[in-house]
């Protein structure tokens, strides 16, 4: 998305002006300031340009996160409301999972949500799927 300029970052507030990077050049062996303006679609391009495939300082982020992974509620009837069938004991559940990614710096991904765990590209969000909500309703009956 960022190499399209498609994402939000590629225009902060709805604006693509040129802006310079902060930085520094290499003249000789100084370096001084960066001034020179480039264009959001020159920069983002050079960021995800072939062989840096976006491994950038843009695109590092920490995945430390605080989310609410899970919620169970059950209620067991009372055994006066059972009396008169052959269940002895039952008890209604239901519980949600990945209910809540709560805070991240991860601009809206999820870092459980990763393109691959089995090679050196972990952590790469690569057009992942995202975590799926899940809802449980259970019933226990006991005879």
Request: proline share 6%; net charge neutral.
């Amino acid at each position: 998305m960022q190499e399209n300029g498609t994402a939000a970052i590629t225009a902060p507030n709805g604006q693509r002006e040129n802006f310079v990077v902060p930085g520094v050049i290499q003249n000789g062996s100084t370096f001084t300031p960066n001034t020179t303006a480039v264009s959001p679609q020159l920069y983002w391009a050079q960021v995800h340009s072939y062989g840096n495939v976006g491994i950038a300082e843009e695109n590092i982020y920490d995945a430390t996160n605080v989310r609410l992974r899970n919620i169970q509620l059950s209620y067991t009837l009372p055994k006066g409301l059972l009396s008169r069938t052959p269940i002895q004991r039952a008890k209604l559940g239901f519980s949600v999972n990945n209910v809540w990614l709560i805070s991240g710096d991860m601009n809206g991904i999820d870092p459980e949500s990763v393109y691959n765990t089995a090679t050196n590209a972990t952590g790469f969000e690569n057009l992942s799927s995202p975590t799926t909500r899940t809802y449980l309703f259970n019933l226990t009956l006991g005879f």
